[in-house]
């Protein structure tokens, strides 16, 4: 069972490029959250979606970012015209849907990060 | 919304010492408390993990405990090793269909040898 896939694991753009990170979930889980991490800080949160739906954007910032997670295919955080602060890892976590046993509180799993660089 | 604080930001101990870590949370619905460990350049992994209908869960060297009537819990590593050094989070997660989990700052463990 592979785990969650993310990708680019390293990506460098020039300030106004765009930056396209992918990622799909663990098999069977159907909630996707994205956290950014600056260097020696913790983890923080953007946005939480399921399939064609986004639940919680409240950590997005206004302007440039943008999420999806489509019916078919890998959710992707989108960063229009970068610029050095948003030099970052991007993690992409996942989770199950409820379950009986498990109605609230599900195990996210994380990916192993896109390393953004804007240069 | 959800709260979650964390002390200390940073802890030394010698190895063979125990470290602790405490967070604390401010929706008393929360009820999913989950710890996660992360080394230098690599993800966050999910080392142990409490429901609020537990007090205290163990696995080897590591326990977690819960006092859900002062919203606070705490990670207890025993017999440290030079391994155990990373950065440790602690968590919180609401019950219902919306599962937004809210992490502490974290704590950067240091085990000396």
């Known amino acids: 069972n592979a785990g969650v896939m993310q990708n680019p694991r390293h990506l460098v753009r020039r300030r106004g490029q765009e930056a396209r990170l992918r990622c799909s979930p663990m098999?069977?889980?159907?909630?996707v959250y994205w956290y950014r991490q600056l260097p020696e800080e913790g983890l923080k949160f953007m946005v939480y979606?399921?399939?064609?739906?986004?639940?919680?954007e409240s950590g997005m910032p206004k302007e440039r970012f943008s999420a999806e997670f489509p019916k078919e295919g890998p959710s992707i955080l989108r960063i229009q015209q970068v610029v050095r602060g948003d030099s970052a890892a991007y993690f992409c976590?996942?989770?199950?849907?409820?379950?009986?046993?498990?109605?609230?509180?599900?195990?996210?799993?994380f990916g192993e990060g896109s390393w953004l660089t804007v240069v | 919304g959800e709260n979650v604080e964390q002390h200390p930001s940073t802890l030394s101990v010698q190895e063979g010492d125990s470290a602790v870590i405490k967070c604390t949370y401010s929706?008393?619905?929360?009820?999913?408390f989950p710890w996660y460990k992360q080394e230098l350049g690599k993800r966050p992994q999910l080392i142990i993990d409490?429901?609020?209908?537990?007090g205290e869960k163990k696995d080897q060297r590591i326990a977690v405990t819960l006092n859900k009537t002062a919203k606070h819990f705490s990670l207890h590593i025993t017999e440290t090793q030079p391994e155990d050094s990373a950065v440790y989070f602690c968590?919180?997660?609401?019950?219902?269909?919306?599962?937004?989990?809210?992490f502490g700052i974290g704590t950067k463990l240091q085990v000396i040898p």
């Open positions: 976590a996942s989770s199950p849907r409820d379950t009986p046993h498990y109605p609230s509180g599900n195990t996210i799993y």
């Open positions: 098999k069977g889980h159907s909630h």
């Open positions: 979606l399921q399939k064609e739906n986004i639940i919680d």
């Open positions: 929706d008393s619905a929360s009820n999913y």
């Open positions: 409490i429901r609020s209908n537990v």
């Open positions: 968590a919180a997660t609401p019950p219902g269909g919306y599962q937004k989990v809210t």
